[in-house]
């Protein structure tokens, strides 16, 4: 068995082989994506692959094509409006769209690599921080392309991304509030190890600086992006003596567990206290009252993703960063603090 290197000689697998000190069908495991090779091993054998300019052969067209999603958890409407997405497109291309959970918000777990390698789908969207070196490595040695869309982190330069302007929509929800005269506004954003949320904090604390707003250490929060993280966080936030007039949810789902908190507290909304989320995603509309929120194109970027995926191979490295524009989307989660309708401040 022969592969083509990239630098126009040809290498046996039997060398391969004999360099990295394992046999034969060792070697020809790691190259289909066999789980019964150990960690330690496929690396070794990945790593003399790439060394060589080791390429399998890639075959005209995949038997079933794919167009596969990976997730960290597959629980929120927020997934959903990027699954929407990639169907989309995969419709328009006659593809299927396969989901898989795996890994944690980071990276995928070890496990998925050699699934996807036997699937061999067209293409991989990954929603995570980063790809492992590894995992890149064998991607690529089987012509399968990424791309990471919405990256929680700062992607290497050398992978593809379809993200949204977090910094921007962080400004656009603060600067609504103190626009409208607020001046105790609280955030609840997402976790502290995610790009977005500290972008999305950022802004945050960018709007309230050129409003002349001093931001409360007190009043910032890191949440995880649910529902029940948005209530807890909340309840403590109102149960203030000094609480906020104002509390800027980074997403959606945060925003309807602090509505739940206000309610459970006997607060008006807006009347007592202005709400903001992030995403619009579809329940927003429906919260009583309807969410004022900042809108996440998620549906954009994941079709975004996947053309790029889609390309042909000679144009794959025309666009490896996109960045869409978030909008505030204004409804009646959000009014004047009471000092501007008559009443002193709380």
């Known amino acids: 068995m022969r592969e083509e290197a990239q630098v126009g000689r040809r290498v046996t697998l039997a060398a391969v082989a004999r360099e990295a000190g394992v046999s034969l069908p060792t070697v020809s495991k790691v190259l289909n994506g066999r789980s019964d090779v150990s960690p330690a091993t496929r690396a070794k054998v990945e790593r003399l692959l790439d060394a060589h300019g080791y390429r399998r052969r890639t075959p005209g067209q995949p038997q079933a094509p794919l167009i596969e999603i990976v997730f960290h958890e597959l629980e929120s409407v ?31 777990g070890p496990e998925w690599i050699g699934g996807v390698l036997r699937r061999r789908p067209l293409g991989v ?10 995992v ?30 977090n910094w921007a929509g962080g400004v656009a929800a603060t600067r609504h509030l103190t626009d409208q005269g607020h001046q105790r506004v609280a955030i609840i954003t997402g976790p502290e190890d995610l790009m ?20 409360d250490p007190g009043l910032v929060r890191f949440g995880d992006f649910h529902v029940q993280g948005g209530f807890e966080h909340a309840m403590d936030l109102l149960r203030r003596p000094d609480r906020p007039t104002a509390i800027f949810a980074g997403s959606d789902l ?17 009347g007592d206290l202005s709400v903001v989320g992030y995403d619009d995603v579809p329940p927003a509309r429906w919260s ?12 954009r970027m994941a079709e975004e993703a996947a053309r790029m995926l889609l390309r042909p191979k000679d144009t794959k490295k025309a666009a490896l960063r996109i960045e869409l524009a978030t909008h505030l989307v204004v409804r009646q989660s959000t009014a004047p603090p009471a000092g501007r309708r008559g009443g002193a401040e709380r």
């Open 78 to 108: 927020w997934a959903m409006e990027l699954i929407r997405g990639v169907e989309n497109v995969a419709k328009q291309n006659d593809a299927t769209v396969a989901l898989t959970e795996s890994g944690t918000r980071q990276a995928p």
């Open 125 to 134: 969207l990954l929603v995570f921080s980063t790809v492992p070196e590894d």
């Open 136 to 165: 890149k490595r064998q991607l690529r040695s089987r012509a399968i392309p990424f791309v990471i869309v919405d990256p929680a982190g700062d992607p290497d330069p050398d992978v593809p991304s379809v993200g949204s302007a």
């Open 196 to 215: 977005c949320s500290l972008a999305r904090l950022d802004g945050y604390r960018s709007a309230m600086a050129m409003a002349g707003h001093e931001p």
């Open 254 to 270: 945060q925003a309807l567990g602090v509505l739940e908190a206000a309610r459970v507290l006997g607060l008006s909304v807006p």
């Open 288 to 299: 009583s009252p309807p969410l004022t929120t900042v809108q996440q194109p998620l549906q």
